[in-house]
């Protein structure tokens, strides 16, 4: 058992460029869940999978923002066009069904 | 719907000395509380959690937390702080069922002096 890895773990970008992130959670962890988490705020959460299918989106997860987890193993994250305000960190965490959430080390992005 | 509240933003402690950090819940139903800690650019490592059972759970790091439906709190302690304690505290709140993403407070910035 690794735990949760994220790559890349920082990413420096020029507003209205495409990022993606990637996630890999705890094997055998079928839920993945996605969360953002800006300065000095608590983690807030953006959307998470069962297996491949995706359950659940939250208001903040604009259309510029699309997450997958193919074959229900890493899941990536993409933001198009990126804008200032989603520089934050991106923190994935991974569960087996109804428990405790293990986070990863987090993606911290920068728009510039 | 769901909240927590860490009512102190930055809470400082000597070394040595005994800490609390303070959480507060609204949920409709029977909470999963749990409590997690993050150093500077680091992600959120678990400390303890509570399901049910007994009310005071111990965890890593000499931690423990009390959870008091009376009061929808649960409250983080620990009886001698180390200067490698010196963190951010998150307290959350989820579902039985797990269906339901955590929801998290604000943090509490913990400072440790010699």
């Known amino acids: 058992d690794t735990g949760v890895s994220q790559n890349p773990r920082h990413k420096i970008t020029k507003r209205g460029q495409n990022v993606t992130f990637r996630c890999d959670p705890i094997?055998?962890?079928?839920?993945l869940y996605w969360y953002r988490q800006t300065l000095g705020q608590g983690p807030e959460f953006l959307t998470y999978f069962q297996n491949e299918a995706q359950l659940e989106k939250s208001r903040l997860l604009s259309d510029r923002f699309s997450a997958e987890r193919p074959k229900g193993s890493f899941s990536t994250l993409e933001i198009q066009r990126t804008e200032q305000g989603d520089s934050a960190m991106y923190l994935c965490a991974s569960s087996p069904a109804g428990e405790t959430q293990y986070f990863g080390p987090g993606t911290r992005l920068l728009v510039l | 719907a769901q909240s927590v509240t860490q009512p102190d933003i930055h809470i400082t402690v000597s070394e040595g000395a005994s800490l609390e950090l303070r959480c507060n819940y609204s949920y409709g139903a029977t909470p999963y509380l749990f409590w997690y800690v993050q150093s500077p650019g680091q992600g959120l490592q678990l400390l303890l959690k509570y399901f049910s059972g007994d009310t005071l759970v111990q965890g890593i790091k000499g931690f423990e937390a009390e959870f008091k439906r009376s009061q929808s709190s649960f409250n983080l302690r620990k009886p001698s702080v180390h200067w490698s304690d010196a963190a951010e505290y998150f307290c959350a709140v989820g579902s039985h069922s797990g269906n339901t993403p955590l929801v998290f407070g604000k943090g509490t910035r913990l400072s440790v002096i010699a």
């Open positions: 094997s055998e962890h079928n839920r």
